[in-house]
Structure formats: C-alpha cells, structure tokens
C-alpha cells in the first residue's frame, strides 16, 4: 500500500533509532499553521479538519461497501494526550455503524487467565468497519513495563529482557496475522510533552466542568515519566515494522493532532483502492424491472 508523503513525515522509519526527543510536540506544521499564534492554529485547523472528516466520511462508506478490509486504529500516549478528543473529533463525520471504539483498562480475572493478546483479538473489527483502540495491547509491555507488579500470576523470575523481546515478537507476529488477513493498522503515540501534561491535568483541577476527568492515578503515573518514556522507546522501535508502522503525532496542539490522524487515515483508506460493487447482469435485470414496477405504483 502506498504510503503518502503527509503521512511519512510522522512515521518513525527507522525503529532501531528511535527517540522520543527527536520529535517536537509543539510541532504545527510547515504550511497550514506556520507562523499562527495558538487560537490562531486551533482555527486553521478546523477548517483542515473539517475536509478532512467530509472525505473520512465517503472513505468509510466505500471501505463498508467494498467489504475487504477492516481498518485498525491503535491510540497511544500518556495521560491527557488527547486519546479520547481524538476518537471524538476525527469519528465525528462517520456512521457510528461503521465503527466501533473499545477503551481499555486492568484486565479481568477472566482476562488474566488467557494470553495478553485475547481480550484485544475479541474487540477487532471485522471487514468493512473501522476500529479505534484508545490504549491497547501495547499497555502489557508499557504499564507492565513499568509496574511488572501488574503481571499478575507470572514468576518474577521470568520477567526479564527476553520475557518483554518475546512480547514485542508476539505483538509483530499478530499484526502481521491481521494485516495478511485484511486488517490495516495504523499506530499512533500521541506524543504530548510533560509541561503540556501538567497544564491539562491543572486544568481538570481548576475548571469544575472539567473536574470529573481528573484521576489521582493520573498523578501518581506522571511521576514515572522517564520510565514511560524509556518503555515507549523500547516497544516502539522494536514494533515499528513495514505492515504496521507507528506515526509519532505532535500533540501539545490537540487540533493539529487531530488533523495529523485524520489525513493519515483518510488517506490511507484512499490508497486501498477501494470500489464499490460491480452490479452482475442478474442484478442489473432485477433493478431494471424494479424501476418499471416502481413506475406502475
């Protein structure tokens, strides 16, 4: 599948190298937001976003109708990133039956009982829709990562650097399972910066429409900044491949995130190549004598 100029931009390439401070989150683009002040940046892309959405919503039509493909949308990042302004900004324009969202949290009993990968494999869209992950099974080697004391039954022993190699191969080898089957993937870490965190989280704190977002956890995980950061690093480079690639998106601007997101799955789906049904000679037939009838009536 051809990869757009848009999109290669916040593709990582080259996972071996990757840093999360060679990419700028207060990034606002080299010709829509050059030199806009920040109300400024949110208005442009607007408008930007709002084409975007006008060719997701055909796009969605036509990957439904042609019924060869699912689509996959894996969101990443820390708390207050956006995840959730992103599902709910670049999905506006899109017939809430071609896609589904699934959030998720700790695992179950029942979830920990089963390999890592089962709960995610039971929420894959089929063909034809559109499926978001906000968070996904990347979780089980960055918050494990972080706190192994969340692995549940699995010997501490057992936790060591192949014990998370084995995982990141187990990772690859299901992406790669889906993308053969017709599933495409698309990855994005929103990658949002630590100051910008600390104003979103403030915000919660101070605006009370907004004070039923804020989670004491969420304090408690910004504390282990640097840890995220180092296992960010370590699953993105070793699962950055060609069938399932990650996009870094710049998120200290949320409306320029939602862009980078839109265009890069609208145009994705564009390059599928996607049609719509041919009418076979019988179908042709029976629309033909239906028009007549409808004539009649």
Known sequence: MRVSEFARQFQVGAGKTFRIKDHDPRWAGSNEFRQLKKGEIKAQARVVLDKSLKDLESAQELLYADDRFALLIVLQGMDASGKDGAIKHVMSGVNPLGCQAFSFKKPSAEEYDHNFLWRYSRALPERGRIGLFNRSYYEDVLVTRVHPELLGQIPKSKINERFWETRYEDINGFERHLVRNGTVVLKFFLNVSKAEQRRRLSERLDQPAKNWKFNPGDLVERGFWNDYMAAYERAIRATDTKWAPWHVVPADHKWVARV??????????????????????EQARQIAKAKRELAKK
């Open 260 to 281: 980078v997101i839109a265009r890069i799955v609208t145009e994705t789906l564009a390059g599928l190549k996607l049609a719509y049904p041919k009418v076979t000679p």
